[in-house]
């Protein structure tokens, strides 16, 4: 055969798709590991260089043997999203915009406190759930995130920090799934990235720096107590079914009084009994904010060992609400804390990179048309403005 030929057969062959590691769970690779024929420890190996020393080069993986390293660099790789851009705000904030496969970005944002660093990952490309005062749910849907785009997110920020140096201080000390997204409508993925997080031989987080929040999709909220005893945050907003209808559409099939019970559940079912459910109540002037909403909130969670956080709203180009004024904001915070709930008042952070939350939109190519109807609405709006 001459050698022309032989690079024609090569050209003609499909190029194998590599297995990417970086998503793989403590006992996903395991299961890899002994797959391809080597023992299962050797994951507890792959895993401490990928999440501990942010090594994505399995060549360097200097622990395995030579033979071993080549083995896997035929069938798998470390393959991580792409950073586009990362900005800093003068509170100390980053945000950084990444690339998944099919070319849609993300945003992902790094919140600095005096005793923790948060990180707020997306699990979702755009947003299916579509709720009224949320910029993520303006720009449409487009997929789910795999686990390896999701961990990877919390990869990218620990190496920004430099974290993966030896006795380096860990910046990154929480993770709420917050972004982009509804976590539960991608299950099995963000599971899976959860326990990479809290994996001893990976980030080692904490269950309570972990939270995951949702809007409430119910069924998957039951589910969750069984696989994971991650923190929960719930996205309420509204203290009655008529106006969260309006506000988060999924309550139309999960009406409020399911939600809780199941988030009750949820904490139920965890060892300790001290745990506490975050509620997310995002304050709209005029809207959910008066004295009648805040008795409303506390009596509907009286039977809920939670907090309550309240978060003024952030606007976004085109949204339909203002934020509240600051004495509603300290009116629903006291009556609340009249009733003996504990509340805190989310501080807007990341505001001039438009980091806040609800703020975050990303560049998703939108497969509901959502985002198209958005903007021609927009453009409408601002016609009328002009011609006013
Ligand atoms: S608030 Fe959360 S669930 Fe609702 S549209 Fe935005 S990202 Fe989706």
Known sequence: M?????????????????????????????????????KRFRATQ????IHQMGECDLHEMSNLSKDLR??????????????VSCQDSVDGTRKWLIRVDGGSCIEMVYIPERDR?????????????????????????NRD??????????????????????????????????GMGEPLM??????DAMSIMLEDNAYGLSKRRVTLSTAGVVPQLDKLGDVSDVSLAISLHAPNDELRNQLVPINRK??????????????????????????????????NDRSVHARELAVLLKDLPCKVNLIPFNAFPGSDYKRVTNTALDRFRDILMAEGYTVTVRTTRGDDIAAACGQLAGEVNDRTKRQARYKKRLSEVQTLNITD
């Not at 080549?70 to 950073?83: D, G």
């Open 117 to 141: 660093g948060t990180l707020c990952v997306s699990s979702q490309i755009g947003c299916a759930l579509d709720c009224s005062f949320c910029a993520t749910g303006k720009q449409g849907f």
């Open 2 to 38: 001459s050698p022309k030929s032989a690079v024609n057969i090569t050209d003609d062959q499909p190029q194998q798709v590599k297995t990417n590691l970086l998503g793989f769970s403590a006992s996903r690779l395991g299961d890899f590991m002994e797959g391809i024929g080597e």
């Open 70 to 83: 080549a083995k896997l660099a035929e069938v798998a790789e470390v393959k991580l999203p792409e950073v």
């Open 145 to 178: 995130l795999t686990a390896a785009e999701i961990i990877g997110q919390l990869w990218i920020a620990a190496n920004s920090f430099e974290q993966f140096a030896p006795k380096a201080k860990r910046r990154v000390t929480n993770v709420v799934m917050m």
């Open 186 to 191: 991608n299950f099995d993925n963000v599971v």
């Open 46 to 49: 792959v895993i401490k260089w």
């Open 254 to 287: 999960y009406p409020l009084a399911q939600f809780i019970e199941s988030a009750k559940n949820y904490i139920e079912k965890m060892p300790d009994n001290r745990r506490k459910v975050t509620v997310e109540y995002t304050l709209m002037d005029q809207i």
